[in-house]
């Protein structure tokens, strides 16, 4: 039978494998992590997200037959040419993992974090010891986990900093916006609108304090407001951790210099993919965070019900559909899909 290696152990990688699985293709999930489930594990708090639910749902797609390779990063432990040769199709659903950092001097000082390192380690096991004071850079959805993580950690007071207004914050205006920030409020988390920190201090070796301005809002020729920080007043806050939750790319630079010329980008440097999920390679899908702009569950899940289709299609099994109730499924994307269910008619 055909087989498809699918890079990435997340939602949509784990979508994929379902219904593939299900459809009698044989399927592998490499993840570079020693655990399933990508950012619904290692990323959205557990208060946040029933662990034993999420164990329960993977555990059940797994017992359909996937072979999984943990701790096994493609591009370092095994090679992506190396899966393109051996699997008749690969799915792409790496997320974004590579973390954005703001290159503020002193970034290096222990106890300086990106919030994805962060939110990782807490739940993969680590005791971070947070210290007193938490201060938390960024304005969206990301800083209020990290935040509240924090308060949980055993920090005393925790403070988001965002540049600009509470207007601008990503996210806004959306229920879920407000629902998170209630939340986050209700912890006591202390939100400081329109700062710019500048510099992380030490003190021998230890982080002890940020220095930032206050910004002025000035409306550009565009209507958009813009941060301008008043640099003759310099203000200090203490702090025993810092944590950027300043955004996160995908890393493609695993497929290697042949694949990385034949890939095919979007302006935002995600794939360019077709309307059955394909890449500019032949063979090569992708989706979920790593390809779409609205990086979230449901988008994932759904990048991954259109390649069903469209591997299945191109594995050319699209008449030896294994399980006929999941085809209502699959018909979704029929109208994207100028072929899909060809041979069905
Ligand atoms: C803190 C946080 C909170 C969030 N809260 C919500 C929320 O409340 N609601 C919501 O809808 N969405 C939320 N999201 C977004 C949501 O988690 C993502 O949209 C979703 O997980 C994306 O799924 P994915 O499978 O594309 O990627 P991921 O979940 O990121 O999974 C990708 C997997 O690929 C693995 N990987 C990467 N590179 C390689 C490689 N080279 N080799 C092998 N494996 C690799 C990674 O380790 C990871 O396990 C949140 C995200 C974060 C970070």
């Not at 020693?34 to 946040?48: A, H, N």
């Not at 974004?96 to 002193?106: A, E, I, L, Q, V």
């Not at 308060?151 to 629902?179: C, K, Q, T, W």
Request: proline share 4%.
């Amino acid at each position: 039978s055909k087989k498809v290696a699918i890079i990435g152990g997340g939602p949509t990688g784990l979508t994929l494998a379902y219904y593939l699985l299900i459809q009698g293709v044989q399927v592998a999930i490499y993840e570079s992590l020693p655990v399933l489930g990508g950012f619904m594990k290692t990323g959205i708090p557990r208060y946040r997200l029933p662990q034993e639910t999420l164990d329960k749902e993977i555990g059940f797609i797994i017992s359909q037959g996937a072979e999984v390779h943990l701790n096994t990063k493609v591009g370092r432990d095994i090679k992506f040419e190396e899966l393109m040769s051996k699997y008749d199709a690969v799915y792409l659903g790496i997320g974004n993992h590579d973390p954005r950092m703001t290159g503020t001097p002193g970034s290096n000082t222990a106890g300086v974090y990106h919030a994805l390192n962060f939110l990782q380690d807490v739940s993969l096991g680590s005791m971070i010891n947070v210290g007193k004071n938490v201060v938390v850079i960024g304005g969206g959805f990301t800083a209020n986990d990290a935040s509240r993580t924090s308060m949980r950690l055993g920090a005393e007071h925790v403070y988001i900093m965002y540049r600009r207004r509470e207007i601008d914050r990503p996210g806004f205006p959306s229920m879920n916006a407000e629902e998170e920030m209630e939340e986050t409020v209700e912890e006591k988390v202390q939100y400081m609108w329109e700062v710019t920190p500048f510099e992380y201090v030490s003190e021998n070796g230890h982080l002890v304090g940020v220095k930032y301005w206050q910004n002025e809002m000035v409306i550009e020729a565009q209507g958009r407001a813009k941060p301008v920080p008043k640099k003759e007043k310099v203000l200090y806050i203490e702090a025993d951790t810092v944590i950027e939750a300043t955004g996160q790319e995908p890393d493609f630079s695993f497929l290697g210099d042949k694949y990385l010329r034949q890939l095919r980008l979007t302006p935002h440097g995600t794939p360019i993919i077709d309307e059955r999920g394909m890449t500019s390679i032949d063979g090569l899908f992708s989706g979920g965070d790593c390809t779409n702009a609205t990086r979230d569950l449901i988008s994932a899940v759904r990048d991954a019900d259109r390649a069903t289709v469209g591997i299945l299609e191109h594995l050319n099994i699209m008449d030896q559909i294994a399980d006929e109730k999941w085809l209502p499924i699959l018909d979704r994307w029929k109208k994207y899909s100028a072929t899909a269910g060809r041979s069905k008619k």
